[in-house]
């Protein structure tokens, strides 16, 4: 009788090529300089996110509601796309059991009951049919015959809606579904280069990076096809992809994680000042930035649009925040001119916000990190990182940019705190919960802000400055561009890469920053069509 792999060889396929997966640690010594033709970098091996799981799931069975698996994933500031934040352990295989066990059962539990006799033709048919979708490749008769015996040896012990059960169970938790496997051997070459993807394993790749989901049936049978050795067919699927609705679900993923909308969600306020802040306003927040980005997408794509647009869609109980009238939910407004683009929206506002007092530092931060691709060095373990507090002692009033003003008299903070404060300054015009203002404690808000310190350079006043600076600039384009490619091909900087991130991001400067261009771009270069050869 044939055997099912056991679950624990989830633990096996990180392994499956060693070389192309394991992570060395930072060198002790300075690297080597780079050749000028360095060697291609390995393609990871990848499994899916939490969000891809539950939406090939949607999209493998759309007639159903089904309940979502939940896997713990503690990427950091890194997208959960990083072959190197994939860990596999004990609680993961765990989480992925006990989905898959509640998942199986609300299939199961709709599946009708063959006749007497036919139980396994039914399951055959079924397993023809659903094992290619989910495996995202063809499946031999002799693979789908070992699922089958499965099947037939657990009836005759349990019945036949236990078997379903324990049958589907096996297939969600089959490294073949849960991992991308890049596994032609007929795709080698003799020297150490890159050869393309296979046409099935492109389909894939296509699929995860537009869609975060699972090929659809087109898409599938051009890979089956061989269709997608060619560029010109790739270019024509990437195109209707991200035609379809389901291409914002990758593209809001990608801003949800790359700009942390989730981190206002567990962001708190004084509630002595600040009394209406609370759960619910919290989550109306959040649910405004993927409006956000859903608007941006409908409107040109353009980076310039997500970082100085004035137009958003709030429910009435944000108006108050952004100083509007709101008068239903999701309505189009125009906001102030004070306010432009997503670094001065109420959920990243409040979100890098203390509990009574805005944070110069937690803003200038995120945008060096995220926008500008110069992260700051952690603070050394001797520096007090306490933020100033507001004066308590009736001493002479002071607003939150003097007190924080201070980093730069003293020596051992100002060298990072320059770039840092500089732009968190710029933001000042925005309390802690992301209303604009005028006056901080009773005296003028100064919101000029300053780059220097960073490869933008220059000065600007007010966050409505430092949004049009920032979309006007190379080196922010060039960031996005990287955090795209990241996202696209599960890996970090990487010397091999260098060529093909600079071409990418000369086609999203020259389609005026078009998103969607960038995209093309990414999919048609060499680092998402080709992989080392083994």
């Known amino acids: 009788m044939k055997r099912l792999p056991a679950t624990g060889l989830l633990f096996l396929v990180p392994l499956l090529g060693c070389d192309e997966v394991i992570v060395d640690p930072p060198p002790s010594t300075p690297p080597a300089p780079v050749p000028a033709d360095p060697a291609p970098p390995p393609s990871p091996v990848r499994r899916l996110t939490q969000e891809e799981l539950n939406r090939s799931l949607r999209d493998l069975f759309p007639a159903l509601t089904l309940p979502q698996i939940a896997v713990t994933e503690d990427n950091g500031k890194d997208f959960a796309q990083l072959q190197d934040k994939q860990v596999v352990s004990d609680l993961y295989v765990e989480q992925i059991r006990a989905g898959a066990n509640v998942v199986a059962a609300a299939i199961g539990a709709v599946q009708p009951r063959p006749a007497t006799g036919q139980e396994g033709a039914v399951v055959d048919a079924a397993l023809a049919d659903l094992l290619p979708r989910a495996f995202r490749r063809p499946v031999s008769d002799d693979e789908r015959g070992v699922f089958l015996d499965y099947f037939v040896e657990q009836q005759g012990l349990h019945g036949f809606v236990a078997a379903f059960q324990l049958l589907l169970q096996t297939i969600l938790q089959s490294p073949s579904f849960l991992y991308r496997l890049e596994l032609d051997a007929s795709r080698s070459a003799e020297d150490a280069g890159r050869v393309p993807v296979s046409s099935i394993e492109m389909a894939t790749r296509l699929s995860y990076f537009l869609w975060g989901s699972t090929p659809d049936a087109e898409l599938l049978q051009a890979g089956i096809d061989g269709d997608l050795d060619d560029e010109d067919a790739v270019a024509a699927q990437a195109e209707r992809l991200l035609a379809d609705p389901r291409a914002m679900d990758a593209i809001k993923s990608f801003h949800r994680q790359w700009l942390d909308f989730d981190r206002v969600l567990q962001t708190n306020k004084s509630p002595t000042r600040f009394p209406q802040y609370n759960e619910f306003l919290r989550q109306a927040m959040r649910d405004e930035a993927d409006r956000f980005i859903e608007l941006v997408f ?24 952004y100083g509007v009238d709101v008068a239903e939910d999701n309505q189009l407004v125009e906001l102030p001119a004070e306010r432009a683009g997503i670094l001065t929206q109420a959920q990243f506002l409040s979100a890098r916000g203390h509990a009574v007092e805005g944070s110069p530092v937690l803003r200038g931060v995120f945008v060096l990190e995220r ?19 507001p004066e308590e002692d009736g001493n002479e009033a002071r607003t939150n940019r003097s007190r924080y003003a201070q980093h730069e008299s003293e020596p051992l903070c100002a060298g990072c705190h320059v770039p840092i404060d500089g732009i968190g300054f710029g933001l ?38 430092l949004g049009a600076r920032l979309a006007a600039s190379p080196v922010v384009a060039a960031c996005v561009a990287e955090h795209w490619f990241q996202f696209a091909t599960g890996r970090r900087d990487e010397s091999g890469d260098a060529k093909d991130l600079e071409a990418v991001t000369a086609a999203f400067t020259d389609a005026d920053g078009d998103v969607r261009a960038l995209l093309k771009a990414i999919v048609l270069s060499d680092a998402f069509r080709l992989r080392r050869a083994s």
């Not at 353009?302 to 925040?321: D, E, F, H, N, V």
């Not at 926008?371 to 507090?389: H, N, R, W």
């Open 428 to 465: 000042e015009g925005f309390d802690s919960m992301g209303q604009f203002r005028v006056v901080d404690n009773g005296l003028p808000v100064d919101d000029s802000g300053s780059l220097e310190g960073t490869r933008i350079g220059g000065t600007f006043q007010g966050a409505a400055g």
């Open 371 to 389: 926008l500008v691709c110069e992260a700051p060095p952690p603070p050394d373990g001797s520096i007090d990182t306490t933020p100033p507090q």
């Open 298 to 321: 409908e409107q040109d794509a353009k980076l310039r649009t997500l970082l100085t647009s004035r137009q958003t869609r709030l429910i009435p109980a944000l108006g108050p925040i």
